[in-house]
């Protein structure tokens, strides 16, 4: 199975909030993400919570296609570093938000939510 490859760094599933809460909650002080997304509704791509999609961090990417292959898509969304920070592009649109903005962002929502 892709998670328990050791290529395999780590996995989200996309179910509960869509592709751009997913993203976000792997996002911390020392890890962030560039993504680029080829579409024309970005709305749909990042906040869809399709059951069964699964966001894969990996050092092996052939690894991934290999195991989904004719099982399922595989896309590849970008890349991880060390920023700290999530840079998205899609469409025409650009957003960029430091670990610290989106804690924040989550703090808020836990509060109302109390």
Same mark, same amino acid.
């Given at each position: 199975?892709?998670? !328990?490859?050791?290529?395999?760094?780590?996995?989200?599933?996309?179910?509960? *909030?869509?592709?751009?809460?997913?993203?976000?909650?792997?996002?911390?002080?020392?890890?962030?993400?560039?993504?680029?997304?080829?579409? !024309?509704?970005?709305?749909?791509?990042?906040?869809?919570?399709?059951? #069964?999609?699964?966001?894969?961090?990996?050092?092996?990417?052939?690894?991934?296609?290999?195991?989904?292959? *004719?099982?399922?898509?595989?896309?590849?969304?970008?890349?991880?570093? #060390?920023?700290?920070?999530?840079?998205?592009?899609?469409?025409?649109?650009?957003?960029?938000?430091?670990?610290?903005?989106?804690?924040?962002?989550?703090?808020?929502?836990?509060?109302?939510?109390?």
């Amino acid at each position: 199975a892709v998670a !328990d490859h050791e290529a395999t760094l780590a996995t989200h599933d996309v179910s509960h *909030g869509g592709l751009a809460v997913t993203l976000a909650e792997m996002v911390d002080e020392d890890a962030g993400a560039t993504v680029s997304l080829d579409t !024309d509704d970005p709305v749909a791509v990042l906040f869809h919570e399709q059951p #069964g999609r699964v966001v894969v961090e990996t050092t092996d990417p052939a690894a991934v296609r290999d195991a989904f292959d *004719g099982v399922a898509p595989v896309t590849t969304l970008g890349s991880a570093d #060390g920023s700290g920070t999530l840079s998205v592009e899609a469409g025409d649109a650009s957003l960029q938000f430091d670990a610290e903005t989106i804690a924040v962002h989550r703090d808020v929502i836990d509060e109302a939510l109390e």
